[in-house]
């Protein structure tokens, strides 16, 4: 029998049990929940109950990752959320680049369990001609170099691969083109961070969504001083505090909406 890859110590889930109000934070392609810790830890100050589940395949090898598929991730955030659903009157999900594209199916297949979302620096669409190789790239190479640790900021580690797995890698653009074709269903409130200066995800992921979303409200906010992990980057901290205000005012609504149905 196979070992069981190790698991690096800062990719393990973690659960902050708080009040009524929960939020699912999603970690990126090839990263881990060391991504979202940070800012979960703010969001369980804030009195909420946060869950960073940890993505099949990520936090132990590549190759591990390259044996998994969108469906796979897919099915843990789906899991996490029935478990939030279980414990809280509402929920908000937030997704950090595929994390993002996570996010809204979750919100588009889900959409009475999912009252806010927050999508920073998210991915459904990269224009890279590259990616056109991809379906016969992925069964020559195994793996490219990795795409991790896009901070500004010095001296920041999410913990991430430093190879990118190709059969990986083309099973997220399966996933892309899925959360794309059902854009139209995203209703709920949505806020919309974008770094200025992005070197993994380009700026057309967050055209095609604010465009696609049927959402009364969809804010974007711009970040000048982080690179595309902004949860670790220079702008952290102004996206926890306004994210965790945007995610309590979106739960509160929902929740006098609720009383004033009974």
Not at 141 to 164: A, F, H, M, Q
Not at 179 to 198: I, M, Y
């Amino acid at each position: 029998m196979a070992k069981a890859p190790t698991l690096h110590p800062l990719a393990r889930p973690l659960s902050l049990d708080g009040g009524p109000a929960g939020v699912l934070l999603v970690h990126g392609f090839t990263g881990s929940p060391a991504s979202m810790t940070p800012w979960a830890r703010h969001l369980a100050a804030q009195g909420f109950t946060v869950r960073v589940p940890r993505l099949p395949g990520h936090g132990t090898t590549w190759q591990e990752m390259n044996r998994t598929r969108w469906e796979d991730w897919y099915a843990e955030v789906e899991r996490a959320l029935d478990e939030l659903r279980s414990r809280c009157d509402h929920v908000a999900v937030a997704g950090l680049s595929m994390g993002g594209a996570l996010a809204l199916r979750l919100a588009e297949q889900r959409t009475s369990d999912v009252d806010a979302i927050v999508l920073v620096n998210p991915a459904v669409n990269i224009v890279d001609r590259r990616l056109v190789a991809l379906p016969v790239l992925r069964h020559v190479v195994r793996s490219l170099p990795g795409i991790g640790n896009d901070i500004k900021k010095t001296g920041v580690d999410e913990s991430g691969y430093d190879r990118t797995p190709l059969h990986a890698l083309w099973s997220q653009t399966r996933l892309w083109a899925d959360v794309r074709a059902n854009l139209h269903r995203v209703s709920q409130p949505l806020l919309l961070f974008r770094s200025t200066e992005d070197h993994v995800v380009d700026p057309s992921s967050a055209r095609i969504i604010l465009a696609g979303v049927s959402s009364a409200v969809a804010v974007e906010e711009t970040l000048d001083d982080s690179y595309h992990v902004a949860t670790l980057d220079n702008d952290a901290e102004r996206l926890w505090e306004q994210s965790a205000g945007f995610i309590a005012r979106h739960t509160t609504a929902s929740t006098q909406d609720s009383d004033q149905a009974r």
